[in-house]
């Protein structure tokens, strides 16, 4: 079985279906890219999987057990979100802590893994700084070591990178690749970028309309594309 299994997912709000009977499956330590046009339900997707949105059909299989009816803060899913989503009258530091208190660990008994994850997203120093006094790649790593200190078997991105500016963009995009490699984490990166999606991923999940019209290796996604919508979103890369 696959590290993550996703069966006949389906997630409507009232009478709209955003998505109807989704399948995938990645293995431990992939890093796979959802992308596709804005309003396609990525954002909706990820959030289904998080369990901050309920799913009205279908299963999630994490590691060989069904996660489906688990609650979000027994999911261990870590999710960062585009808009950073940090408490600005907060330091970096109870911030990155704020995901251990929910789980009943205090600050004080989790020096060590605060210290680690400031190193390891470059923000030593940065501890007492408020969100404001950092800059837009600064806070999306504070949202990023929130997320990893505790230690999630899936970390899910949605456009991370999308409110910052090129170069920020490029040394962000990077550090992901770096720590994801580094803690072998299991990612699902959302983006509507086919460039950063081409240069990323390990496997692309092409979404149009509430379905994954294609799923591949970058590669084959580019040179195979199984349908018009596939090549013209993935030719407009170059
Ligand atoms: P994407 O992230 O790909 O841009 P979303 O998942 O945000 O797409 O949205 C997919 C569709 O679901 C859109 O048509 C959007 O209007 C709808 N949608 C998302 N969230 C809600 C909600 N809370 N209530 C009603 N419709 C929603
Ligand atoms: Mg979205």
């Not at 700084?129 to 230690?151: N, Y």
Request: net charge negative.
């Amino acid at each position: 079985m696959s590290y993550v299994t996703i069966n006949k997912l389906s997630k409507c709000f009232g009478e709209v279906t955003v998505f109807e009977d989704i399948e995938f499956t990645i293995e431990e330590g992939e890093f796979v890219t959802l992308l596709g046009p804005s309003g396609c339900g990525k954002s909706t997707l990820l959030r289904t999987l998080a369990g901050l949105d309920k799913a009205n059909k279908g299963e999630i299989w994490v590691d060989g057990v069904d996660i489906t009816h688990t609650q979000a803060q027994h999911r261990e899913i870590g999710m960062v979100f585009q808009s950073y989503a940090l408490f600005p009258n907060m330091t970096v530091e109870d911030n990155i802590a704020f995901g251990l208190k929910m789980k009943g660990i205090s600050k004080k008994d989790a020096k060590e893994d605060l210290q680690k994850m400031l190193a390891l997203v470059e923000l030593g120093g940065k501890e007492k700084c408020h969100p404001h006094e950092l800059s837009g790649g600064q806070r999306q790593r504070v949202a990023l070591a929130r997320a990893l200190i505790v230690k999630p078997r899936i970390l899910l991105l949605d456009e991370p990178l999308s409110a910052l500016d090129a170069k920020i963009r490029k040394n962000l995009r990077q550090q992901i690749l770096d720590i994801q490699k580094e803690l072998n984490l299991t990612t699902i990166f959302v983006t509507h970028d086919q460039e950063e999606a081409m240069l990323m991923s390990d496997r692309i999940f092409l979404m149009n309309q509430g379905e994954i019209v294609q799923q591949g290796n970058p590669e084959d996604i580019y040179t195979k594309p199984v349908n018009e919508f596939v090549a013209s979103f993935m030719g407009n890369y170059n």
